[in-house]
């Protein structure tokens, strides 16, 4: 029986229940996944504010609508956790002098993409390089790998000062911020993923007398690739994060950075407008880390990949 | 009219568009201005609206300086810049100044640009805080870190022992005060207190407004502990080089310019402050500019003219609260460049702003 044989190779999860559409279209699958819970969240927020929230008074012309809430939450109030519709609402305020804050966020959502996707391709590079380095000489790694784990536990917001007095205020240290972030993932999955080759081919590799450039180039980085991709997703969110932390010292107008301590600053007279630099914040990285996807269906298509990652 | 006339006649023409084409910093004459690098100490706001109306009305240019403007911003180390040669000259608080200086580096206030305090104690009116004695026992907020001399000394003055009372860290926010995690907080009449006014109030879905709070000012004769703010302040080593001291007083005399029009034109001000990259609300950013003119405005000894009684104050109650650890040495601030200043911009025009009166400016919801 074919279908009882597929069930035992494919994990259950993995197939559509019944495979009419959404098996057909796995992106409005998706689509349809992540509007679902988008609206499970805004149903639960909403439903806390109702309970426990400040009291409602809504009017849209002659209607009114008010209620009180019979609990009283601090998590639920107008300041903790603004109504989503004065989120949504403020998007389409102008900035003083400016756009509208929708337009104003997805600008600044670019400026700091941009410095984030340079440490980024620096951090990934670096933390190649380093896997590369501790694969082939156990000393080196013996000797620095604490050292390169011991540099994340150190707090960013400590680093970015620290870099911006040394390499001047300016876009340039912001990307170093974001590369200190990002190589450490790449680095140790680099570390596993260029020992992951299957070892016999490895044996007939060395059998031909091939050399070590060679077995790397052949074989250890392509077993790498699917941990590579791993830790280059990790990496991105990691150094769209680091570009914000970073945008900080540096006094950098442009970016997300610059937004989040404004609305931070004035976060009591609209909470809403921190609310929604936040979300634009989540889709700078979700932006970011889907580009990386891309990138690896793109790369990976019909490439050798190993049995089980 | 001959051909070789009409050609001329294009030429110029040309040049005209050329000219009128490559203004501001391409212009020939740009080589010729004397570059100027100034740091805030805040983002661009009208706390600052002085030095960014001199750029916008050319004052600057036409003193024959290349002024950049720095912003700052709370990681942002404007004595630190400074120091290490990062920008000629600097905007800082007076005790902070003074504290770098004890640090180490030869920092000297050249011009006292605020001649009052503009930090305030607000509380709600049902906390029953209207004088520093009112404040014993109950949840007293202060963003420390330099900021709390003023507090101190006028818990001290009423007879309470600062250290012994309940003093908790504020963030640079209103939302603790309004979320009543604080009893009194520590509030800026240009920034914070206004953010209050900008807030609804939860209770009532209405503005809280000005009859809601009690506001102590530290500059009121009867707690007088406040302190020096604003001030605009240089390297000494910097200053003795060249002809840097000659630029640091044109570039004085263009920046009172500035806050003379800001005195006179406000609401212009406040949107020239805009332009350059604020972004407060419009009714936020004039109550800011309002409130900032009368923390200048009237200076009594002409603007940014030192005050000793007012500098003496300062560094006794820094010294006291252990901002200082000794008096500052010798030279920690200098008169003369004001002063020169202050000649420069001539009898004509009106320095000291006898007259001045504030405007009433109406805040809106989240200061839009």
């Known amino acids: ?309 | 009219m001959n051909k070789s006339a009409r050609i001329a006649g294009m030429l110029v023409g040309a040049a005209i568009v050329a000219a009128a084409c490559s203004s501001g910093s391409a212009s020939p004459s740009a080589a010729a201005l004397i570059p100027v690098k100034l740091q805030l100490q805040w983002v661009p706001q009208a706390q600052f609206a002085g030095y960014y109306a001199a750029l916008d009305q050319g004052y600057y240019t036409a003193a024959g300086l290349n002024v950049t403007v720095l912003s700052g911003g709370p990681d942002v180390n404007n004595l630190q810049v400074v120091a290490s040669g990062g920008a000629d000259l600097g905007v800082s608080w007076v005790p902070k100044t003074l504290q770098s200086r004890e640090g180490g580096t030869d920092l000297v206030t050249v011009a006292q640009v605020f001649q009052r305090s503009g930090t305030r104690m607000v509380s709600f009116k049902d906390k029953s805080i209207v004088a520093p004695k009112d404040m014993a026992g109950k949840k007293i907020g202060s963003w420390l870190g330099g900021n709390e001399p003023e507090l101190f000394a006028a818990l001290t003055k009423a007879g309470l022992d600062p250290t012994k009372e309940n003093v908790i860290k504020q963030n640079f926010d209103m939302v603790a005060f309004v979320q009543g995690d604080l009893d009194a907080a520590q509030a800026m009449i240009y920034n914070e207190y206004a953010q209050v006014l900008e807030t609804k109030n939860p209770k009532t879905g209405a503005l809280f407004t000005p009859a809601d709070l009690n506001v102590m000012d530290f500059n009121d004769p009867s707690i007088g502990t406040a302190m020096l703010q604003d001030a605009i302040f240089a390297r000494d080593t910097w200053l003795k080089q060249g002809s840097n001291a000659d630029t640091a007083t044109k570039f004085l005399t263009a920046s009172f310019k500035g806050w003379i029009y800001c005195r006179d034109n406000p609401q212009k001000c406040a949107d020239i402050v805009t332009k350059a990259g604020s972004q407060l609300g419009t009714s936020h950013q004039l109550w800011m500019m309002n409130e900032i003119n009368a923390l200048i405005w009237p200076s009594p000894n002409g603007i940014g003219q030192f005050d000793t009684t007012a500098w003496n104050q300062t560094v006794d109650i820094a010294t006291k609260y252990g901002i200082l650890k000794a008096a500052p040495s010798d030279g920690a601030y200098r008169t003369d460049l004001a002063q020169a200043a202050l000649a420069a911009l001539g009898s004509s025009v009106d320095t000291k702003g006898a007259s001045f009166q504030k405007l009433t400016v109406t805040l809106n919801e989240g200061g839009k």
Request: charged share 10%; with cysteine; aromatic share 12%.
């Open chain 1, 1 to 309: 029986m074919t279908t009882s044989a597929a069930a035992g190779i494919v994990p259950p999860g993995l197939l559509a229940p019944a495979g009419g559409w959404s098996r057909r279209h796995p992106l409005l699958r998706q689509a349809v996944l992540l509007g679902g819970v988008l609206l499970l969240i805004a149903f639960a927020w909403e439903a806390a504010k109702w309970l426990a929230g400040d009291p409602w008074r809504i009017a849209i012309g002659g209607f009114t609508y008010t209620h009180t809430p019979p609990l009283a939450w601090r998590i639920a109030s107008d300041i903790s956790l603004p109504h989503l519709w004065t989120i949504v609402a403020t998007l389409f305020d102008p900035v003083p002098g400016g756009p509208p804050l929708w337009l104003f966020l997805t600008g600044a959502a670019f400026y700091t993409l941009r410095t984030a996707f340079v440490g980024f391709a620096a951090g990934a590079l670096l933390g190649l390089g380093l896997g590369i380095v501790f694969v082939h000489s156990r000393f080196l790694e013996r000797a620095l790998v604490p050292w390169v784990v011991g540099s994340q536990t150190v707090p960013i917001i400590a680093i970015a000062p620290i870099v911006v007095v040394a390499l001047g205020a300016s876009w340039i240290s912001v990307a170093v911020v974001a590369t200190y972030l990002t190589f450490f993932p790449v680095a140790i999955a680099a570390i596993r993923g260029l020992r992951a080759y299957d070892r016999r081919a490895g044996e007939l590799m060395r059998s031909y007398a091939a050399s070590t450039p060679q077995v790397l180039w052949k074989l250890r980085l392509p077993a790498s690739v699917p941990y590579l991709f791993s830790a280059l997703r990790v990496a991105a969110a990691a150094s769209v994060v680091g570009t914000i932390v970073g945008e900080l010292p540096s006094g950098i107008p442009e970016g997300l950075g610059r937004a989040v301590l404004n609305f931070t600053q004035y976060y009591v007279t609209a909470p809403e407008r921190l609310w929604a630099t936040v979300a634009s914040c989540a889709m700078t990285g979700l932006v970011f880390v889907g580009l990386v996807r891309f990138a690896e269906a793109f790369l990976t298509r019909g490439r050798y990949r190993p049995a089980a990652v």
